[in-house]
C-alpha cells in the first residue's frame, strides 16, 4: 500500500523534511502499525515519535488513533499537540 506522510512544526525540523511517499509492508495496516514501522527506521525516527512525546496523528484530515486503519492512498500526518 502507498501512503502520504506529512510532518509539521518541531518533527518536520528534526526530520529535516515536510513530506514523503511510502509504500508499507502488507504487515502495516493501522497509524499505530505505521508508527511502529517508521520508529524501525532508526534512531531519529525513535527519538521524533517515541511514545515518551506527545504526538498527534490525523488520517486523512480527520484525528486518529493507534488503530484508525490505513487505506490506499490516504495521507497521515504526525504533528505536536497545539497550544495556545
Same mark, same amino acid.
Given at each position: 500500500?502507498?501512503?502520504? &506522510?506529512?510532518? =509539521? $512544526? #518541531?518533527? !518536520?525540523?528534526?526530520? @529535516?523534511?515536510?513530506?514523503?511517499? &511510502?509504500?508499507?509492508?502488507d /504487515?502495516?495496516?493501522?497509524? #499505530?502499525?505505521?508508527?511502529?514501522? &517508521?520508529?524501525?527506521? #532508526?534512531?531519529?525516527?525513535?527519538?521524533v515519535?517515541s511514545?515518551?512525546?506527545?504526538? !498527534?496523528?490525523? %488520517? %486523512? =484530515?480527520?484525528? $486518529?488513533?493507534?488503530? /484508525? $486503519?490505513? /487505506?490506499? @492512498? %490516504?495521507?497521515?500526518? =504526525?504533528?505536536?499537540?497545539? /497550544? #495556545?
Open positions: 500500500m502507498r501512503i502520504h &506522510l506529512r510532518f =509539521f $512544526a #518541531g518533527i !518536520r525540523e528534526q526530520l @529535516g523534511f515536510s513530506e514523503e511517499t &511510502l509504500d508499507l509492508p /504487515t502495516v495496516k493501522t497509524v #499505530g502499525q505505521l508508527r511502529r514501522f &517508521l520508529m524501525e527506521q #532508526g534512531a531519529v525516527w525513535q527519538e515519535l511514545y515518551e512525546r506527545p504526538v !498527534r496523528m490525523a %488520517c %486523512c =484530515f480527520e484525528m $486518529a488513533t493507534e488503530d /484508525t $486503519a490505513l /487505506t490506499e @492512498g %490516504c495521507e497521515v500526518a =504526525f504533528f505536536p499537540p497545539v /497550544t #495556545g
